[in-house]
């Protein structure tokens, strides 16, 4: 008999013991653990200062002093194609100069600029244009794309005869859109800089 209550004694022990380690789990800090917000690196954006872009091209126009003007590297980039890249951002401006040389030249170059923005659809929420008139007395179409796309603005801009020049700017970088917003305002402010300082040689 004494047996029987040893074992019942150590039965209700046992039992005690689990109910008291499942409280306390339950009761414990971590029930209230909240997941820390998801956050994104730093971007320190610099004050931005202005210079003429270097000599030699059919186009002049002011670029940011923390930018450098490096040729295009792409195997099937023409003569003033351009990389304003800036290092600090990881960010890149590809500017491509075309001659006009015809009305039907003219027209071909807008439809492959805007064929070569189509194929963001996929994963672009959205696609907004809109003609605007630059402080030069030119004209430019911006086109601003949203989502996860590789290129988030683009503009291009043309006197119809002699000039034609398309601006795309680009990332190497995949960090979300979400995250690189300063970056990419701070971009879109310099890419507006250089349509409205924009004088055709």
């Not at 690196?41 to 930018?67: C, L, M, S, W």
Request: charged share 20%; hydrophobic share 40%.
């Amino acid at each position: 008999m004494i047996r029987t209550v040893f074992i019942r004694l150590c039965y209700v022990g046992f039992i005690s013991s689990c109910l008291a380690v499942i409280y306390a789990c339950g009761s414990s800090d971590q029930a209230d653990y909240v997941p820390k917000p998801k956050g994104y690196p730093r971007i320190d954006i610099p004050t931005a200062e202005y210079v003429p872009v270097e000599p030699g091209h059919p186009y002049q126009f002011e670029v940011n002093k923390i930018a450098r003007v490096l040729p295009d590297t792409f195997k099937r980039a023409e003569p003033h194609w351009i990389f304003v890249y800036y290092p600090t951002l990881k960010a890149t401006v590809q500017l491509t100069y075309k001659p006009v040389q015809s009305l039907d030249n003219l027209r071909g170059m807008l439809a492959d600029a805007y064929k070569l923005t189509a194929k963001h659809n996929v994963k672009a929420y959205s696609i907004n244009q809109q003609r605007v008139q630059l402080r030069n007395g030119l004209s430019a179409s911006l086109i601003t794309l949203v989502g996860d796309v590789p290129t988030q603005f683009q503009f291009v801009t043309t006197d119809t005869t002699r000039h034609f020049l398309r601006g795309a700017l680009y990332f190497d970088t995949a960090t979300a859109n979400d995250s690189l917003a300063p970056v990419i305002n701070y971009v879109k402010a310099d890419m507006m800089r250089m349509l409205n300082t924009l004088k055709w040689k």
